[in-house]
Structure formats: structure tokens, C-alpha cells
């Protein structure tokens, strides 16, 4: 049994599913009700502000704008904190000698394993923050008559057409869905690499130290590189809009480079974690 088998692969995501689907729909739930919570917010702000200046309709657009990113913002970040949740618990059999021998015993390659352990806590993480998406819009629609999508439809696109050249909007959006992918998945790598490491709070642990490394990062450049940062911005006042934003598309094209080989990186560093459990 060294070859890789597709339906040993699904046997594995469906012992793992079968085992674990209470805590999943607990998991959803919990979700949609955060982004209730949060839509229901962001909406108020905007018909208070909107209210406060029904005069300037300008104004009202502009801050409509600003909130709809903000609902972006926020599902996106639900969905890598759910991702980085369920990969940090992705490997419970790490914790104890009995959970490891039960991991030993299951009748699948560790490649399958392993693929099966990374499939459910990303792909299926993916798919119930969607759901949660979903029924939080539902959920507003039913108290506010206001779908979430459909104003981040409209408004943020058209803040985007303002702000830039319309030929140029659809490859700045693809790269930027192009950037959060790879934040997903360099998320989903280290908090598995977490859970090889951690036996308890893995995925606490993993981001403290995320928080940890932001700050030194933080530190060392505000004190190395302030006049370097001064000097950026002041050549960004010079430049049109056209060239900043082919700046800002080099600055994403190394950010998904960058977090995608440390994801690489940590996903092998956890396979063969993982893999010496079987020895």
C-alpha cells in the first residue's frame, strides 16, 4: 500500500467527516451568526452616517463605499480565521500515544492521510464560511431588506472604476483574490505545522507567534527604515494614479510569491512531521 489511491483518499475524508460533523455545523453556525453581527453593524454605520449627511449625496456614496470594502474585509477574514482554526485542529492523533497508534493502524498511505487531514480543514472551511455567508445575508435580509452581496456588488466596483482606468480593474481585482488565496493557504499551512508542534492550543500558540513576529517586524522597521518609507511616499505624491497602481501590482505579485513558497515550506515541514509518527 505505498501508491497513492483516490478512493482510499475519500474513505479518509469521509471517516473524517462522518466523525466530526456535529462539531462542523456547530462551527458554521457560529460563523454566520459573527457575520450577522457584523454586517448588521457595518449596515447601521452606514444609514447613520448616510443620515447624518442626506444632504450630500457625495458623502453618502463615499461612506457606503468605504463599508462595503469593510464587509469584504470582514468575510475574508472569518474565512482564514475559520481556515486557520480547523487546520490547527487537524491533527488531533498528534496529541496522545493512543490517538497516534489509532492514526497508525487506519489503512491509508500517510500521503493520504495527510491530504485528506489538509482537505477537510481547508476545502471544507472554505465551504462553510460560504454557507455562513449565506445565511448571515438571509439572516439580514429578513430583519433589514438589504442583501450583503449585492451592495458589495455594485458599490465596490464602482469605487473601483472610479479610482482606476476600467481596463485596469479586473487584473487588479484578480490579483488581489490572487493575494487573500495565498494568505489562505500560507495560513492553512502554518497552523498545521502548528498542530505538529503544539499538543494543546495550537492554534492560540500559533497566533501569538504570528502576533509576535508581526510586532518584531513592526519594530525593526520603523526604526531601520522610516527615512526609506518617508522617501516612498514621497515619490507616490509625484506619480499618477496609473503608476502607482503598477506599483501596488508588483508589491502583490510578491506577496502571493512570498506566502505561497512559505506555505510550500510548511506543508512539507508538517507532512514529515506527521510522517514520523508511523515510524
Known amino acids: 500500500m505505498k501508491k497513492f489511491d483516490f478512493s482510499r483518499y475519500i474513505l479518509v475524508c469521509r471517516k473524517q467527516f462522518v466523525e466530526d460533523w456535529r462539531r462542523q455545523i456547530g462551527f458554521t453556525a457560529v460563523m454566520a451568526i459573527l457575520l450577522f453581527f457584523v454586517f ?7 444609514d447613520m452616517m448616510t443620515a447624518m449627511d442626506e444632504t450630500n449625496s457625495a458623502m453618502s456614496e463615499k461612506f457606503a463605499m468605504t463599508f462595503s470594502w469593510t464587509k469584504i474585509i470582514a468575510f475574508a477574514s472569518v ?10 485542529h487537524s491533527m488531533p492523533f498528534m496529541k496522545s500515544k493512543t490517538s497516534q497508534i489509532a492514526h497508525v493502524v487506519l489503512p491509508a498511505t500517510t500521503l493520504e492521510k495527510y491530504l485528506a487531514t489538509e482537505t477537510f480543514a481547508f476545502v471544507f472551511s472554505v465551504i462553510e464560511a460560504i454557507v455562513a455567508f449565506f445565511i448571515a445575508d438571509g439572516l439580514q435580509f429578513a430583519l433589514t431588506g438589504r442583501f450583503t452581496i449585492a451592495d458589495i456588488a455594485s458599490i465596490s466596483f464602482s469605487e473601483l472604476n472610479y479610482m482606476f482606468n476600467i481596463q485596469k480593474v479586473n487584473s487588479f481585482l484578480s490579483l488581489v483574490v490572487c493575494t487573500v488565496v495565498a494568505s489562505l493557504f500560507f495560513h492553512s499551512a502554518w497552523f498545521t505545522l502548528c498542530a505538529t508542534f503544539f499538543r494543546k492550543h495550537p492554534f492560540l500558540l500559533g497566533m501569538l507567534i504570528l502576533w509576535g513576529i508581526n510586532q518584531v517586524l513592526s519594530i525593526f522597521g520603523s526604526m531601520v527604515s522610516l527615512d526609506f518609507i518617508n522617501e516612498i511616499f514621497a515619490a507616490m505624491d509625484k506619480m499618477s494614479k496609473k503608476e502607482i497602481m503598477a506599483q501596488l501590482q508588483i508589491f502583490l505579485y510578491i506577496a502571493i510569491i512570498g506566502q505561497l513558497v512559505f506555505a510550500v515550506g510548511f506543508w512539507i515541514w508538517s507532512y514529515f512531521r506527521m510522517k514520523k509518527v508511523e515510524l
Do not use: D, E, P
Not at 448588521?40 to 452606514?46: R, T
Not at 474565512?79 to 490547527?88: D, E, K, N, P, R
Open 40 to 46: 448588521w453593524i457595518i449596515n447601521w454605520q452606514i
Open 79 to 88: 474565512v482564514m480565521l475559520a481556515i486557520g482554526y480547523q487546520s490547527a
